[in-house]
């Protein structure tokens, strides 16, 4: 079975940067669209950015375009998320998701159900 593991995270002040990594335990992640989803407590999961499998389309949600990046490395097998101008609504629980799925425009993307691997979910926290 082949696992998402995520890295990066953290706490940092308003205004200030944060990468998170997302790579598979196993298997070529060129294979598959993957997005970044975030969750608040007491609240739905939510999308926040996907990029296609060969990286050429991205995709975010209108609260992060401009202030986060999300970007793939297939060589080295991992996707990242760039996120700059963070502010105090950006705490959360960042999760990456991966689907064997092309992608088929943002509202495609933007769906949770499609997703088949999870990873294990990691803080951000910004502070004011």
């Known amino acids: 079975q082949v696992q998402l593991v995520q890295s990066g995270g953290g706490l940092v002040q308003a205004g200030g940067s944060l990468r998170l990594s997302c790579a598979p335990s196993?298997?070529?992640?060129?294979?598959?669209?993957v997005a970044w989803f975030r969750q608040i407590p007491g609240k739905e999961r939510e999308f926040v950015a996907a990029?296609?499998?060969?990286?050429?389309?991205?995709y975010y949600e209108h609260f992060v375009k401009g202030r986060f990046t999300i970007s793939r490395d297939n060589a080295k097998n991992t996707v990242d998320l760039e996120m700059k101008w963070l502010q105090p609504e950006d705490t959360a629980v960042y999760y990456c998701a991966a689907q064997l799925r092309a992608d088929y425009g943002l509202e495609d993307v933007r769906r949770r159900d499609p997703y088949d691997l999870w990873g294990q979910g990691t803080q951000v926290t910004v502070s004011s």
């Open positions: 990029i296609s499998r060969s990286g050429i389309r991205t």
């Open positions: 196993r298997e070529a992640f060129d294979r598959y669209t």
